[in-house]
């Protein structure tokens, strides 16, 4: 189990490296929680900056410390949604992505590729970059320093997954759903919208087939705070991931939900479509 130490070793080693941070840094109790939940806030605001070798030494420890306490899931130890046909190499599982074991959990990133920079914000992007550590916005960083540009809507990159228990992590951007009514809850998607959305399924399916990987996670991409309508980005990540895995037979996919809500969507969405 990670100590108290170990956590505060951290904090001042970022917080040397970021000493603007100091005093609200101060508003954190000393306990091991409250320091742990600093940690998460350093290294959500950490811009993707060469790091010391003494730092990510004593990151990963943590983490892959962490990660065994929170128990690992074994993806390929999850029953398939249904016994025969596509529903084999289906599993509907809800819990957190970032104890996965599968060879890919996917990532529904925003455009700069760079994981969420507000501290201890809920959000999926911020989830995996916390748990995966800062090698993983370095990762990204060099992704879009070599692309030099914007990552668009629908596409997919790969990196290494780090100190996450997934062999790679597959970041796509989802489309962002805006308010079109007299009330800011109006969410209505365009046709080009479910395309995007689509698309994104479907890139990522490809993406793990070209790294002849046969396990991939995935989030509910957009339905956060991209805001399209949960049933809607259900009806297409289901109909968008069974086409593709008619051309991959071997490839198993985990549709992870967290909420309650969720798992009642897939879970009749999936039997409308099976």
Same mark, same amino acid.
């Given at each position: 189990?990670?100590?108290?130490?170990?956590?505060d070793?951290?904090?001042?080693i970022?917080?040397?490296?970021?000493?603007?941070?100091?005093?609200?840094?101060?508003?954190?109790?000393?306990?091991?929680?409250?320091?742990?939940?600093?940690?998460?806030?350093?290294?959500?605001?950490?811009?993707?900056?060469?790091?010391?070798?003494?730092?990510l030494?004593k990151?990963?420890?943590?983490?892959?410390?962490?990660?065994?306490e929170?128990g690992?899931?074994?993806?390929?130890?999850?029953?398939?949604?249904?016994?025969?046909?596509?529903?084999?190499? /289906?599993?509907?599982?809800?819990?957190?992505i970032?104890?996965?074991k599968?060879?890919?959990?996917?990532?529904?990133?925003?455009?700069?590729?760079?994981?969420?920079?507000?501290?201890l914000?809920?959000?999926?992007?911020?989830?995996?970059?916390?748990?995966?550590?800062?090698?993983?916005?370095?990762?990204?960083?060099?992704?879009?320093?070599?692309?030099?540009?914007?990552?668009?809507?629908?596409?997919?990159? /790969?990196?290494?997954a780090?100190?996450?228990?997934?062999?790679?992590?597959?970041?796509?951007?989802?489309?962002?759903?805006?308010?079109?009514?007299?009330y800011?809850?109006?969410?209505?998607?365009?046709?080009?919208?479910?395309?995007?959305?689509?698309?994104?399924?479907?890139?990522?399916?490809?993406?793990?087939?070209?790294?002849?990987?046969?396990?991939v996670?995935?989030?509910?991409?957009s339905?956060?705070?991209f805001h399209?309508?949960?049933?809607e980005a259900?009806?297409i990540?289901?109909k968008?991931?069974l086409?593709?895995?008619?051309?991959?037979?071997?490839?198993?996919?985990?549709?992870d939900?967290?909420t309650?809500?969720?798992?009642?969507?897939?879970?009749?969405?999936?039997?409308?479509?099976?």
């Open positions: 189990m990670p100590t108290k130490e170990q956590i070793e951290l904090n001042e970022l917080l040397d490296e970021m000493p603007r941070y100091r005093l609200q840094a101060e508003d954190f109790a000393p306990n091991k929680e409250d320091r742990r939940q600093l940690l998460r806030a350093l290294m959500n605001v950490r811009p993707p900056n060469p790091v010391g070798e003494d730092f030494q990151q990963d420890a943590l983490l892959q410390a962490e990660s065994i929170c690992i899931v074994d993806g390929g130890s999850l029953p398939p949604f249904a016994d025969s046909g596509a529903g084999k190499q /289906i599993v509907l599982w809800q819990g957190d970032t104890r996965l599968v060879d890919a959990i996917v990532n529904a990133a925003n455009s700069a590729l760079l994981g969420c920079f507000i501290p914000h809920k959000c999926i992007d911020n989830a995996i970059h916390s748990a995966a550590g800062v090698q993983l916005r370095l990762a990204c960083a060099e992704i879009m320093r070599r692309q030099g540009y914007e990552e668009p809507t629908g596409r997919a990159k /790969i990196t290494p780090f100190n996450l228990p997934s062999r790679f992590v597959l970041h796509t951007v989802g489309p962002i759903i805006h308010s079109r009514g007299l800011d809850d109006d969410f209505a998607p365009t046709a080009a919208d479910a395309m995007m959305l689509s698309r994104c399924y479907k890139s990522c399916i490809d993406l793990a087939a070209e790294n002849n990987l046969v396990s996670a995935f989030c509910s991409i339905t956060g705070e399209y309508p949960r049933r259900a009806e990540a289901v968008t991931v086409d593709e895995l008619q051309k991959h037979p071997a490839m198993k996919v985990v549709f939900v967290f309650d809500e969720d798992m009642t969507i897939y879970g009749k969405v999936l039997r409308e479509k099976l």
